[in-house]
């Protein structure tokens, strides 16, 4: 099952998901003490981080009890302008009161490998022993149909144990880090950020085309237990 909202432009998509997550982290504060977000790169929502600083969302979040990561992450410096997390806490996470020990970002200072090792190793001394189940997951959608950096036909599409794997995109020549399918697939909620129509070809696709999930990734999210939820401005919507 997945919910799809259409807004009419690119800044009440923005909104609209800004709104989602103070509702969401707001219950999960109230029911578990604690809201755990892994968030997406990309351009597509850094604008809604930017939202989440102003004071009509920013002062509704008791930000000692979120706690952040990412989905996934290019291997570059900590300091590069593509990295992930610089860019979330240039546009965000410097602007709200959040505790420096509550922001996890991958550690890509080190060999790809190792730092999906550690990330994973993160992951399993915050949630504890049990399996990560993340109170929500951010995820965009390449207009090849990629997420997170799950890239067509890559081998992380079949790692079944691992939470976080790297993974080589050859299209792209470059290395990157990635939570897998099953800790995507065991969150709470999942949530896509689709704007554009440069994307809307590949959101039919992948929302009423047939699976072919190793050419088109994004159809592999399928929570077991979670919400989906794909949040759409107009122009991406318009082929559906």
Known sequence: MHDIFILETREKLNDAVAANIVTKARHAIKEEGRFSIALSGGNTPLKIYQLLTTPEYRDKINWNKVFVFWGDERCVPLSDPENNAYQAKEAFLDHIPIPEENIFPIPVNLEPALAAKKYEETLTHFFGDGK????????????????????????????????????????????RVSFTLPLINQAKEIVFIVSGAGKSSMLKTILHGKPEGEKYPAQLINPLQGNLQWFLDKEAAQKL
């Not at 995820?139 to 993974?167: C, D, Y």
């Open 132 to 175: 990560p189940v993340f109170s929500m997951i951010l995820l965009g959608m390449g207009e090849n149909g990629h997420t997170a950096s799950l890239f067509p036909h890559t081998p992380i599409l079949q790692e079944r144990k691992a939470w976080v794997k790297e993974v080589y995109v050859p299209a792209l020549a470059m290395h």
